[in-house]
């Protein structure tokens, strides 16, 4: 890691000069140029105190937010394999999902194939029907939804989805907190 290149810019970020910073940090001009050119290395303590004047700490600074994945290709999914008794197949789309507070998944279900029964839990769960035709089971009652169409609800009672088309259903399912 270029500290002095990484100062520079979260400097230039905050909108103050090499003379602003120098002041505030009790440093001089010359100081704070010959850091980011990576001329000159800051004690810890200078360190801290720089990057306390920049709105930012020793841990900030050197967690790696770039090393965080954002972008997802299909060999970064995983994939649960069709369950003969269920008919159906679900697709994680997001690898690291369980730790994070929401949970995208794709579920494919054959004709009559439906899933496990879901109990009641705090949060959400949202819906979008890519293709087919799904009802959506919430306790005693049900909703049939087509292509196109979506649900959310709060799961105050156990839910599940069945396939009641007769083609294979995909739907976006997205649920916080993770629960699938």
Known sequence: MKIGLKLRDLRQQKGLTQEELANRCELSKGFISQ????????????????????????????TD?????????PADMFEKPDDEEKHGKITWLIPTAQKNSMEPILLELDVGGETT??????????????????????????????????????????HSLRNSGKTRAKVLWVSTPPSF
């Open 35 to 62: 850091v980011e050119r990576d001329l000159a290395s800051p004690s810890i303590a200078t360190l801290v105190d720089m990057l306390e004047c920049l709105g930012t700490s020793l841990r900030t600074f050197f």
């Open 65 to 73: 937010q770039d090393a965080e994945k954002i972008a997802f290709s």
């Open 117 to 158: 029964l879901l109990p009641p839990h705090e949060g959400e769960e949202f819906g979008y029907v890519l293709t087919g035709r799904i009802t959506l089971c919430i306790g005693k009652r049900s909703h049939v939804i087509k292509t196109g169409g979506s649900f959310c609800l709060h799961p105050f009672a156990t």
